[in-house]
Antibody, heavy 121, light 108 residues
Framework: EVQLMESGGGLVKPGGSLTLSCAASGFRFSDAWMSWVRQAPGKGLEWIGRLKSKVSGGPIDYAAPVKGRFTISRDDSKNTLYLVINSLIIEDTAVYYC????????????WGKGTTVTVSS | EIVLTQSPGTLSLSPGERGTLSCRASQSVSSNYLAWYQQRPGQAPRLLIHGTSTRATGIPDRFSGSGSGTDFTLTISRLEPEDFAMYYCQQYGGSPWTFGQGTKVEIK
């Protein structure tokens, strides 16, 4: 069974930084495309970015609003996906979901339960 | 960026009725790369449909997707109690990938 478990969320002051992790199991992580999606309280879904497998290669794609502040990376030896968020702003308050792409395509087959980030002074 | 507009914002129906949800794109979606997700309260989204009309594994056949170009539809043939939820469309034919704002299907 494919499982994704996010962690690392919490209460952070504006201007701070945070690293979110996503532990993956049940599939060959090193071959997988992975994405992060967030959802602000009471709002819709916002795609953050996608990281392809090393075999697929190519750049990491980010949504325009987060480019330069957000960094997605992976450690295939640990089956873990990361999201580093710098210079946090109030508008980054959201549930952050890790997602898995079964195929090398843009739809997201499996979602983690999410981790909550709250940015407040 | 492709903007997706979902309508209606809220759909009020009774169990057993048919639900029709619309997703309109600001420009043509390449290869009809359009997906639908369901999100129940307090839960993560779940993939229902990809490639406009292909049901994901384990999704009941009362869910069907159709459309092409800029106009797409998710149809729920007979609403079950567990189908009352939020529904989002997503396009992955062009970068950046984008979601619609969602349609809430509520019990009438």
């Amino acid at each position: 069974e494919v499982q994704l478990m996010e962690s690392g969320g919490g209460l952070v002051k504006p201007g701070g930084s945070l690293t979110l992790s996503c532990a993956a199991s049940g599939f060959r992580f090193s071959d997988a495309w992975m994405s992060w999606v967030r959802q602000a309280p009471g709002k819709g879904l916002e795609w953050i970015g996608r990281l392809k497998s090393k075999v697929s290669g190519g750049p990491i794609d980010y949504a325009a609003p987060v480019k330069g502040r957000f960094t997605i990376s992976r450690d295939d030896s640990k089956n873990t996906l990361y999201l580093v968020i710098n210079s946090l702003i109030i508008e980054d308050t959201a549930v952050y979901y890790c997602t898995w792409h079964l195929t090398v395509s843009g739809y997201m087959d499996v979602w983690g339960k999410g981790t909550t980030v709250t940015v407040s002074s | 960026e492709i903007v997706l507009t979902q309508s209606p914002g809220t759909l009020s129906l009774s169990p057993g009725e048919r639900g029709t949800l619309s997703c309109r794109a600001s420009q043509s979606v390449s290869s009809n790369y359009l997906a639908w997700y369901q999100q129940r309260p307090g839960q993560a989204p779940r993939l229902l449909i990809h490639g406009t009309s292909t049901r994901a594994t384990g999704i009941p056949d009362r869910f069907s997707g159709s459309g092409s170009g800029t106009d797409f539809t998710l149809t729920i043939s007979r609403l079950e109690p567990e189908d009352f939820a939020m529904y989002y469309c997503q396009q992955y034919g062009g970068s950046p990938w984008t979601f619609g704002q969602g349609t809430k299907v509520e019990i009438k």
